[in-house]
């Protein structure tokens, strides 16, 4: 067990926390300040971003407390969701309606694992919490480069992680592409991986491709989805 005492007011009990609490923390945006710093490339990693179709109109359309409710029932089992069936992830981020889950280096059990993620969470959301609305989960599952970094904040006794680079600005592009239930995935990740993928067209896919900023070339030539139920 780690304990760690409060620093403004020593005459509190300490926190006490055990070792699958610590590595928990691993993998969140905050954690315990400890004086060392990362700064890492992660030159094939896998980035997933989900979010909630037509989640702004059910804003609007409902009051407080049903929004509050649908909000924090999706959040808080996407993180059972993440622990249960994505346990080797490196970093995960709830960002309101959506999410951030990173897998520090490509393998197949990562990549199965990436999978399992969104698959699973989105047939609880049409089951539990979604069969009365018309929302449903998008998302984008990219292989990519992407920068990982801490900074202090050493006066609360906290550290502060994040990542950036193309990986996450493709699967956060790539997702606005998805529709409900749909994953959008990236030449890259096909090509490594040989996964099933069908190409999505249409003139509204090709004129919302236009618009995205920051893609690089071999991204704007096609729009690739992930084939569920293919062998």
């Known amino acids: 067990m780690n304990s760690l005492s409060d620093r403004e007011d020593t005459s509190e009990s300490p926190l006490e926390l055990d070792i699958s609490a610590l590595r928990a923390l691993k993998k969140m945006p905050v954690d315990i300040f400890d004086g060392v710093y990362v700064g890492e490339t992660k030159d094939d990693a896998l980035v997933l971003c989900i979010d ?21 029932e999706f959040s808080s089992n996407f993180l059972s969701c993440v622990n249960q069936f994505g346990y080797s992830c490196s970093y995960y981020k709830l960002v309101g309606d959506g999410a951030l889950v990173i897998w520090d280096t490509f393998t197949e059990t990562n990549l199965e694992e990436a999978l399992v993620v969104f698959h699973e969470f989105s047939l609880f959301l049409n089951e539990y ?5 018309d929302m449903g989960l998008a998302g984008a599952l990219v292989l990519e480069k992407i920068f990982k970094y801490e900074i202090s904040a050493e006066a609360s006794g906290l550290k502060y992680r994040d990542y950036v680079g193309y990986g996450i600005n493709l699967a956060c592009r790539l997702q606005t592409l998805a529709g409900a239930d749909e994953l959008m ?26 618009h995205l900023k920051g893609l690089q070339t071999e991204d704007r030539d096609r729009v690739s989805m992930y084939l569920w139920g293919a062998s």
């Open 185 to 210: 995935v990236n030449k890259k990740l096909i090509a490594k991986a040989r996964i099933p993928w069908v190409k999505k067209d249409g003139p509204a896919v090709r004129t919302h491709l236009e």
């Open 129 to 133: 919490l979604f069969s009365e609305s």
């Open 52 to 72: 909630v179709r037509n989640f702004s109109n059910f804003l609007c359309t409902h009051d407080e407390d049903t929004v509050f409710h649908l909000i924090t």
